[in-house]
């Protein structure tokens, strides 16, 4: 998954169930070799912790394996995306 972060000063310090890697404003959360394959219908949580030095807006442009995702619904600090 690949997303922009929407404002400069935020940044990646940690993260779970990915390899999480950011340059400049964006960042790529690769899997793991236990959560790379899932079966149809099948989902995998990931997350991070992160800093900001500035406003935090929350990312809505992700990609998953190079696919545009539609975000289907925000709650403050949780994400759930829907990829077509």
Not at 32 to 58: F, V
Not at 69 to 81: H, I, M, N, P, Y
Request: aromatic share 10%; glycine share 10%.
């Amino acid at each position: 998954m690949t997303y922009p972060f929407p404002a400069s000063g935020l940044a990646v310090t940690s993260g779970h169930s990915a390899t999480w890697t950011q340059s400049g404003a964006n960042v790529t959360a690769v899997a793991l070799s236990w959560n790379a394959n899932l079966a149809p219908g099948a989902s995998a949580t990931i997350g991070y912790n992160g800093a900001w030095t500035t406003t935090n807006p929350e990312p809505t442009a992700f990609k998953l394996n190079g696919s545009t995702c539609t975000v289907s619904q925000e709650r403050k600090g949780t994400f759930l995306t829907l990829c077509v």
